[in-house]
């Protein structure tokens, strides 16, 4: 099946970018969704279709995608943005939803 | 605003089945999106899709769990189910429902999710 591979940690000062990456298998020729999750909160989509940004996000959040790797860049980044961010994608193969392993950022 | 609410027991013993609902609220489950699906968060892991169901009725699952998952769907409650069959610990985690436009298209509508623990 298809594995997503992400670092399990990113750490970043605030005001600066972080970036998150999301290694699969020419992942650059599939769709990449990526969520934001906090404790005691429901998920939230901030990245779809590679660099989509839905309604209400900032755009302080974008994303690409190309031959093995997807990122997601956080800009200007806030104590807020503090989470745990999973990318996805649908495996073609299997038939089925993908996650990445999360990632989490913290803001020092 | 379209608003998803996991319920259920919070704690399950093992070989039993688990059920939990997701109720739909601001807008009908009919017409607020085409699929609706179920995802989980064991302890300390990442998350995992355990399937999506069309408002139609054809369901989707993920391989792993296809042999013990059935997700439904009931319109006159604005709901639809998930049931897992003989459970272990291994099914603990925070279970989530979620709403998606299309099969590939994203989980754009979330729920804050409830936490199935397996013991006995």
């Known amino acids: 099946s298809y594995v997503l591979t992400q670092p399990p940690s990113v750490s970043v000062a605030p005001r600066q970018t972080a970036r998150i990456t999301c290694g699969g298998d020419n992942i650059g020729g599939n769709s990449v969704h990526w969520y934001q999750l906090k404790p005691g909160q429901a998920p939230v989509l901030v990245v779809h279709d590679d660099s989509g940004r839905p309604s209400g996000i900032s755009e302080r959040f974008s994303g690409s995608n190309s031959g093995n790797t997807a990122t997601l860049t956080i800009s200007r980044v806030e104590d807020g943005d503090e989470a745990d961010y999973y990318c996805q994608v649908w495996d073609n193969t299997d038939d089925h939803w993908v996650f990445g392993g999360g990632t989490k950022l913290t803001v020092l | 605003q379209l608003q998803l609410h996991e319920s259920g027991p919070g704690l399950v013993k093992p070989s039993e089945t688990l059920s939990l609902t997701c109720t739909v609220s601001?807008?009908?489950?009919?017409?607020?999106?085409?699929?609706w699906g179920w995802i989980r968060q064991p302890p300390g892991k990442g998350l995992e899709w355990i399937g999506s169901?069309?408002?139609?009725?054809?369901?989707y699952y993920n391989a792993s769990l296809k042999s013990r998952v059935t997700i439904s769907l009931d319109t006159s409650k604005n709901q639809f189910s998930l049931i897992l069959n003989s459970v272990t610990a291994a099914d603990t985690a925070l279970y989530y429902c979620?709403?998606?436009?299309?099969?590939?298209?994203?989980?754009?509508?979330w729920g804050k999710g409830t936490t199935v623990t397996v013991s006995s």
């Open positions: 979620a709403r998606h436009r299309d099969l590939f298209d994203p989980l754009d509508v």
């Open positions: 601001g807008g009908s489950i009919s017409s607020s999106g085409r699929y």
């Open positions: 169901i069309y408002y139609g009725g054809t369901t």
